[in-house]
């Protein structure tokens, strides 16, 4: 970020705090200050991005390794904000939260069937609970899970 754009937010940082007629040290101080952290923003955002597109890369390797690829691009549901993908094996993957869900549960119909647990719905068998931990989600008939961690529990 150059000095004058830093200048710029400095100004506007100000600004928003009530600070009127700011001397240019108190705006160049500033300035300094948001350039040197922009810095370390912008590379902790970077590796963030980069440890997140290793897990997706790892995962996708394993899928094609067993024949599973995606068959369309992934989907995020505009209420939940849930991320899904469709893959030749017929299943809807969960992939992750595009945002916050403005709350209420999350549907998992179509999801990942898996498990030995019988007493489940079809679409809790094979998700992983950790991924879902301290949530509630429904299944078509309106009955409500949550899990621990470990275990899915009827609620």
């Not at 000095?3 to 240019?24: C, H, I, K, S």
């Not at 390794?65 to 995606?70: N, S």
Request: hydrophobic share 30%; proline share 6%; aromatic share 4%.
């Amino acid at each position: 970020m150059s000095f004058d754009d830093a200048r710029r937010r400095a100004e506007g940082q100000l600004a928003a705090q009530g600070v009127r007629n700011p001397t240019a040290s108190q705006i160049n101080s500033l300035a300094r200050a948001i350039q040197a952290g922009e810095t370390e923003r912008l590379t902790d955002l970077a590796l963030k991005r980069d440890l997140t597109q290793s897990r997706i890369d790892a995962s996708e390797a394993q899928l094609a390794q067993a024949g599973i690829v995606p068959e369309g691009p992934p989907v995020v549901d505009p209420k939940t904000g849930v991320i899904t993908q469709e893959y030749s094996d017929g299943t809807t993957r969960f992939k992750g939260v595009g945002r916050s869900p403005s709350g209420g549960d999350i549907n998992l119909d179509g999801f990942v069937p898996g498990g030995d647990q019988s007493e489940l719905p079809e679409a809790l068998k094979n998700s992983n609970p950790a991924d879902f931990n301290g949530q509630t989600v429904k299944d078509k008939q309106g009955n409500r899970y949550s899990s621990d961690g470990t275990k899915w529990i009827k609620i």
